[in-house]
């Protein structure tokens, strides 16, 4: 697992490689890439999942899959409807999940991406199911001491950076993966 720091000038460069080594090193090009952007619009702290999936779904349309948006959003309440519905009609696709998480004080404003799936709600004592073959979450706020009112009182602006700097990365590393599909189809 790797941590950026979102306030360094090179977060962007850095979750982008990052991003794009862990995607290649897991990703088979026969399957089709989802990407579970986990949250919900009515919670600044659990807003950065809906946020991503907002700013990727149209640039992203023909490359990917986007579920969780701030129209839609992908929460605890149809998270179980989702993922059916990607079984269904998907088969076993590569699945990025994309949550806001809280963490300790020293890493708030920090993105970490890694391989196999994440726990959506746990920071909230949601029981939901593991998702995603990797994952990216951004630790929003501190945890350990009134979850939902430490994630109602997150900062837009740290959530805003976070959704911009995962977006760029993530539309950049899918866009270069579709075109070596392209080409791999060829021959």
Not at 7 to 30: I, M, P, V
Not at 54 to 76: C, D
Not at 85 to 92: D, Q, S, W
Not at 151 to 179: C, F, H, P, W
């Amino acid at each position: 697992m790797e941590l950026i720091n979102i306030e360094d000038k090179n977060a962007l460069g850095h979750f982008y490689k990052f991003f794009s080594n862990c995607l290649t090193e897991l990703y088979d090009y026969r399957k089709e890439i989802v990407l579970l952007c986990i949250g919900t619009d009515r919670s600044t702290g659990d807003s950065l999942g809906p946020l991503i999936g907002h700013k990727l779904k149209p640039l992203l349309k023909g490359k990917a899959h986007v579920f969780g948006t701030l129209e839609e959003p992908l929460h605890a309440k149809n998270i179980h409807q989702v993922l059916k519905y990607i079984n269904l009609n998907y088969g076993r696709p590569f699945m990025i999940a994309i949550d806001a998480c809280l963490g300790s004080l020293n890493h708030v404003g920090h993105i970490s991406v890694g391989k196999g799936p994440i726990k959506p709600g746990a920071g909230v004592s949601k029981d939901l199911p593991p998702v995603g073959d990797m994952f990216v979450t951004g630790i929003v706020n501190i945890s350990g001491f009134m979850e939902y009112m430490v994630l109602q009182n997150t900062r837009l602006r740290t959530v805003m950076k976070m959704a911009d700097i995962i977006s760029v990365g993530i539309y950049k590393t899918i866009n270069e993966i579709y075109e070596e599909s392209k080409v791999r189809a060829q021959f």
